[in-house]
């Protein structure tokens, strides 16, 4: 399994990432028992699909030795939803921890954060970004763009159309690694239409794969065995 995030996004085949909805043991094991290419956890953030509230890395520093032993792949972590407060976290410690790269939207991004190398560098850009400036990040040191563009009036409907089209621009638009959170309510049908137009990896969700370890392991499980029809 590849450990680093930059490497498996270059991979030909669509990586799936799971973003866990909770820092708990049960969840993590279920997306890796289910295939996870990826995982990613959260810390000093508010989650607004769920309603949890996560606390500073401290708090889940065996879970995330635990985590780092019994999974290969890559690890990361959302280091906060506040850029002051990001700028306290030592990437270093989360380092030490097992995490092998960060996810952060734009807002929350500072010189600190871009100039550091403990961490791969993922960012998330929203419904306000222009597409079409995307290839502007190409020369910040960004391993990977979020395309977390959807409203949150629209969270959890089906992808549509028109969201494919602007995924679509993204991709004509940068050479960068694109992944595509599941802000809507994706299903495994989703990954070929994502694949044909150059998506790198998508970042399934509470949206998506709900809150509890069967759900979590059912669904990835059947986005897992859609992958290999198509890889």
């Known amino acids: 399994m590849e450990p680093h995030i930059e490497r498996l996004l270059q991979k030909e085949d669509l990586s799936i990432i799971i973003s866990l909805p909770d820092n708990k043991e049960e969840l993590a094991q279920a997306a890796i028992e289910a295939g996870a290419d990826a995982l990613k956890f959260h810390i000093y953030a508010h989650h607004h699909a769920t309603g949890n509230k996560f606390k500073g890395p401290e708090h889940y520093e065996h879970l995330f030795k635990q985590v780092r032993q019994d999974f290969a792949g890559p690890i990361g972590v959302v280091i906060g939803d506040d850029i002051d407060q990001v700028r306290t976290v030592s990437t270093q410690v989360l380092k030490n921890y097992g995490f092998n790269y960060f996810s952060l939207y734009g807002k929350d991004v500072d010189s600190t954060i871009l100039q550091q190398n403990d961490l791969a560098k993922t960012v998330a850009v929203d419904y306000q970004f222009n597409p079409h400036h995307v290839k502007a990040i190409e020369s910040l ?15 959890g409907k089906s992808l549509d159309f028109l969201d494919i089209v602007t995924y679509q621009t993204y991709r004509d638009h940068t050479s960068l690694p694109l992944i595509v959170p599941s802000q809507k309510k994706l299903i495994p049908e989703d ?10 990896a998508v970042m399934l969700g509470a949206v998506t794969i709900g809150n509890t370890a069967d759900s979590i392991y059912e669904t990835v499980l059947a986005f897992r065995k859609q992958k290999e029809t198509i890889a």
């Open 191 to 200: 990954l070929i239409t994502f694949r044909e137009i150059g998506i790198n």
């Open 141 to 155: 040191g960004v391993d990977a763009v979020e395309l977390s563009i959807v409203r949150k009036e629209d969270y």
